[in-house]
C-alpha cells in the first residue's frame, strides 16, 4: 500500500515501502490546474500508485510526468500513465526526450532546457539540467518555485521505511548510506565528476526550504545547508578529498 502526505502546500508524497529492496519508492504530486507528478514510480506498483494518487485527484487528470533520469523507479510506468491520462505529457532534458523517451514514450515528450519553467496554475516548476547528478547523462531536477520544494531523486538516498517527513537532519543518514553501499553492489551509483559539485553548490542556491526525496524522509529546514553538507560528504567520500 501506498502512503498520502502533503508536505508542503498542495505537494504531497506518495511513498510505497518495497520490502524485497528495504526502501521506499516516494513519488510526489502538485495538485494544482494542470496536476504534475514527479516520477512514475515502477511499472509493477502502477495499480497501487494511481490509487494514492486518486485519494488526492482524478489521475486522468494528471497533466505533466516529469522525472529526473531514466530509470524504472523514476519512470517505468510512464505510458500506464499516458494510457490513463489522455492530456498528460512527458517532460525531460533535451538528452532524456531525444535519446530516451523518444522510443521508449507513447507519446512524444516535451523538451525542457536548463532553466525552463513549467506553469500549472498556482505554482512554477523549474527544470534544472544536471547531467550525472545524482546519476545519468539525461538528469535534471525539479524546483518548485512558490514554497521553495526542490525534488531531488536520489540525492540524500537513505533505506528503510522512514517517516515522511523529518526536521532534524537528512544529511546523517544519507552519509551512512553512502559509506556502507560503498563496499556493496550498488557502489559506484554516484559519479563524481568535475561538474558534480558546482551541480551541488547551484542546487543549494535555490534556498530550498524542502527536500522531496525519492528514497527516504522529505526534509523541511534549511535545504541550501542540508545540500552544501551533502556536497563535503561526496566530496570525501567519492570525490578522493580524504587520502585516496
Ligand atoms: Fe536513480
Ligand atoms: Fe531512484
Known amino acids: 500500500m501506498s502512503v498520502v502526505t502533503e508536505i508542503a502546500p498542495d505537494i504531497y508524497r506518495i511513498s510505497t515501502f518495497v520490502p524485497e529492496y528495504r526502501i521506499q519508492f516516494n513519488q510526489f504530486l502538485v495538485k494544482d490546474d494542470e496536476p504534475f507528478l514527479m516520477h512514475t514510480a515502477f511499472r509493477k506498483l502502477f495499480p497501487l500508485t494511481r490509487e494514492a494518487i486518486a485519494t488526492v485527484i482524478d489521475p486522468a487528470l ?9 530509470e524504472p523507479d523514476e519512470c517505468g510506468a510512464l505510458n500506464e500513465y499516458l494510457a ?27 523538451v525542457l532546457a536548463d532553466g525552463e519553467v513549467i506553469d500549472t496554475g498556482r505554482h512554477r516548476l523549474r527544470f534544472i539540467s544536471t547531467p550525472h547528478v545524482p546519476h545519468c547523462w539525461d538528469a535534471g531536477l525539479f524546483f518548485e518555485e512558490r514554497d521553495r520544494t526542490l525534488f531531488c531523486s536520489d540525492l540524500f538516498f537513505h533505506p528503510g521505511d522512514p517517516a515522511a517527513l523529518n526536521e532534524s537532519s537528512v544529511v546523517a543518514p544519507a552519509r551512512d548510506a553512502m559509506t556502507a553501499s560503498l563496499t556493496g553492489p550498488m557502489a559506484h551509483d554516484v559519479p563524481y565528476t568535475p561538474h558534480t559539485d558546482s551541480t ?45
Open 62 to 70: 494528471l497533466r505533466w510526468i516529469g522525472f529526473s533520469h531514466f
Open 84 to 110: 490513463i491520462a489522455p492530456r498528460a505529457e512527458p517532460v525531460a532534458s533535451f538528452v532524456g526526450a531525444h535519446v530516451m523517451l523518444a522510443d521508449f514514450s507513447d507519446k512524444p515528450p516535451r
Open 200 to 244: 551541488l553548490q547551484a542546487l543549494a542556491d535555490l534556498q530550498p526550504r524542502t527536500l522531496a526525496l525519492m528514497h527516504g524522509s522529505s526534509f523541511r529546514g534549511d535545504g541550501a545547508g542540508a545540500v552544501r553538507e551533502l556536497a563535503k560528504v561526496w566530496k570525501e567520500l567519492l570525490g578522493g578529498a580524504k587520502g585516496s
